[in-house]
Nanobody
Framework: QVHLMESGGGLVQARGSLRLSCAASGRHFSINAMGWYRQAPGNQRELVALITSGDSQNYADSVKGRFTISRDNAKNTVTLQMNDLKPEDTAVYYC??????????????WGQGTQVTVSS
């Protein structure tokens, strides 16, 4: 079972920056994609950014040009650099990893979530 540990959330003023990190641990055959999602109160969880093992990246339109996702395949870590933060970026951010378990069963694991609050 793959376990995800997130870090880096907090409180920041508008136009500030934060960096979120997520590390995956546990037995697995492969981790094909890692990403960040967020959920604000009253809203559904939405994709923020996704990166594959081949470094293909996908971003929500609302964060393009401000957020950058990166990944270290050897360490099974994913990082989200968030710049020019806006109050509407306030949410709980969740790390996700998807791949194949050690016995080749597809999995999708979630972190516990980290709060990001952007004050105006």
């Amino acid at each position: 079972q793959v376990h995800l540990m997130e870090s880096g959330g907090g409180l920041v003023q508008a136009r500030g920056s934060l960096r979120l990190s997520c590390a995956a641990s546990g037995r697995h055959f492969s981790i094909n994609a890692m990403g960040w999602y967020r959920q604000a109160p009253g809203n559904q969880r939405e994709l923020v950014a996704l990166i594959t093992s081949g470094d293909s990246q996908n971003y929500a339109d609302s964060v393009k040009g401000r957020f950058t996702i990166s990944r270290d395949n050897a360490k099974n870590t994913v990082t989200l650099q968030m710049n020019d933060l806006k109050p509407e970026d306030t949410a709980v951010y969740y790390c996700n990893a998807a791949g194949l378990s050690h016995d080749y069963v597809p999995f999708s694991s979630w972190g516990q979530g980290t709060q990001v609050t952007v004050s105006s």
